[in-house]
């Protein structure tokens, strides 16, 4: 049996029989949702399965300048993810639709021409897409993109402003609430306390 796509809903053969592909196939999005590779066996509904699960790097590419865009990319760095600035418009365009699901893209600059990266990433829908900016800078963005055609469904695609409520202060502080973020996304977690939350922890 082998599972493809992002919540591993493309399947391919069979162990044999319905129930146990099924039960593979929830025991490997259970997996999934830690965010590491592995290769394991397991016991699933009573047979002996062989997991081997390859979860791609998230790969962040950070849009513009600054001392958060720094922090990002020292978190990135901590995480085992790939990282990379790119301050044009043309490079940074080309890069988004290129975006794979692993992909992430913080938006850090302001200007109303950065918003086609945004259009472009909600249109292909791959990857995470999130932008910084005040609540202003947010609604002025979000009325462009409307303005530009985007669906419902697509502006929800992006997060803005981008990041957990941490109550954080420090670039630092907002690079730790832009990763776990994407995390808690990439997880399809709430990111809520841990102490309030029912089910496996960690994944």
Do not use: C, M
Not at 63 to 74: K, Y
Not at 139 to 156: H, M, P, Q, T, Y
Not at 164 to 169: F, K, Q
């Amino acid at each position: 049996l082998v599972l493809a796509g992002p919540d591993l809903d493309q399947s391919h053969g069979s162990l044999g029989a319905g129930e146990t592909d099924e039960a593979a196939t929830a025991d490997a999005r259970g997996l999934l949702r830690r965010g590491a590779t592995t290769t394991e066996r397991r016991d699933v509904a009573g047979a002996d399965v062989l997991v081997d699960l390859w979860v791609p790097v998230p790969s962040v590419l950070l849009v513009g300048s600054g001392a958060i865009g720094d922090a990002l990319l020292a978190q990135a760095q901590l995480l085992g993810w790939s990282g990379r600035w790119v301050t044009e418009l043309d490079e940074s365009l080309a890069a988004v639709e290129r975006f794979t699901d692993a992909d992430v893209l913080v938006l850090l600059d302001h200007a109303p021409k950065f918003d086609a990266l945004l259009i472009a990433g909600a249109r292909n829908g791959r990857g995470f897409l999130g932008a910084l900016g005040s609540r202003h800078t947010q609604s002025a963005r979000r009325e462009r993109l409307i303005a530009a055609g985007l669906r419902d469904d697509e502006l929800a695609r992006v997060r803005g402003p981008v990041g957990l409520d941490l109550g954080s202060r420090t670039p630092a502080e907002t690079a730790v609430s832009i990763v776990a973020g994407v995390i808690a996304s990439k997880s399809g977690r709430a990111g809520a306390a841990l102490a309030g939350a029912e089910g496996r922890i960690g994944g």
